[in-house]
């Protein structure tokens, strides 16, 4: 497959994800995200939970309050369209 062919394939998904201000690499994090979500839910403190994971996943704290942030917000529908 090429470049051009996977391009055009994803179009709609890729588009999406520009809108939605998604980084290609944030992919990156979507297990980190849910590890958190899972040491919340079990009742770990938000500072050991940011703690445990900028020394997992070797990024600072402070990226790891900015993923969490970026990752926790709802995205609005109303913007998206279908390609035309």
């Known amino acids: 497959m090429k470049v051009h062919e996977l391009l055009t394939f994803n179009r709609e ?45 070797g990024v600072s704290e402070r990226q790891i309050y900015n993923l969490l942030d970026k990752f926790g917000r709802d995205i609005n529908y109303c913007n998206f369209h279908a390609v035309e």
């Open 13 to 57: 998904l890729l588009s999406r994800i520009h809108r939605a201000g998604i980084r290609p690499d944030d992919y990156r994090y979507a297990d980190l995200y849910a590890e958190y979500e899972a040491l919340a839910a079990a009742g770990e403190k938000v500072t050991y939970i940011v703690a445990c994971l900028a020394a997992k996943y």
